[in-house]
């Protein structure tokens, strides 16, 4: 069965560097989403992306963040200078167009901003 | 904001018991989606209800949305080892289509 799949599984940075976070969607999905998730806490909404741009983003999604599908199969999360309150669970999930609404989560990424 | 709210925030059952969780808005939903993330993992889709009163069952889980569609819950009866997890639901916007997530529902089961 499709899945999403996001590299790397655990990212460890300094505060103030820049980090990237793929993500490769299913491949005939379509809308593409991040989300993070603090340890411990709820699943929060980033961003939606369709058509190559950005539909949707959060108050979360600030100037520090951008997205990218630099190519026909990856997604990109790019985080320019990482804060402490930046460490959190990543997910990527995509959609396919039309009929279910079905969103499918990769396993995500662990972002610890030291 | 239009958030979900969801309780209990952890439920601890014994094995084969039954226990139902609940998620509530101040607002009408056009639909509410249940998923399931096992400890270490990532959200895993269960289930959508866009209906008034509607009611779905998957094995063990009875998933319903209420007539006023402001609530919904999830019941496991029977509870396994493999239950284990926790259970958000979330709101679909229907523009964009991003998931608002309840605060969740961490269940634990003694054998």
């Known amino acids: 069965e499709p899945e999403v799949t996001q590299t790397p599984s655990h990212q460890v940075t300094q505060m103030g560097q820049e980090v990237i976070l793929r993500c490769v969607p299913i491949?005939?999905?379509?809308?593409f989403y991040w989300y993070r998730q603090i340890l411990g806490q709820k699943v929060e909404f980033l961003v939606s992306?369709?058509?190559?741009?950005?539909?949707?983003k959060s108050e979360i999604f600030d100037d520090q963040f951008s997205v990218e599908r630099p190519d026909g199969s990856n997604f990109t999360l790019k985080i320019r200078s990482t804060k402490l309150e930046d460490s959190a669970m990543y997910f990527c999930?995509?959609?396919?167009?039309?009929?279910?609404?079905?969103?499918?989560f990769g396993p995500g990424t662990r972002l610890t901003v030291l | 904001g239009q958030q979900v709210m969801q309780i209990p925030q952890y439920q601890h059952v014994q094995e084969g018991e039954d226990f139902t969780t609940y998620c509530n808005s101040s607002?009408?939903?056009?639909?509410i989606q249940w998923y399931k993330q096992r400890p270490g993992g990532h959200p895993v889709f269960l289930i959508q209800?866009?209906?008034?009163?509607e009611v779905k069952k998957q094995k063990r889980l009875t998933f319903q949305f209420g007539e006023a569609k402001k609530n919904s819950s999830l019941h496991i009866t029977a509870t396994q080892t493999t239950d284990v997890g926790t259970y958000f639901c979330?709101?679909?916007?229907?523009?964009?289509?991003?998931?608002?997530f309840g605060g969740g529902t961490r269940v634990l089961v003694k054998p």
């Open positions: 992306f369709y058509n190559n741009e950005i539909s949707e």
């Open positions: 607002t009408t939903l056009s639909n």
């Open positions: 491949s005939n999905h379509l809308y």
């Open positions: 209800l866009v209906k008034s009163g």
């Open positions: 979330a709101r679909l916007a229907a523009a964009g289509n991003k998931l608002t």
């Open positions: 999930a995509s959609r396919i167009a039309g009929g279910t609404d079905t969103q499918y």
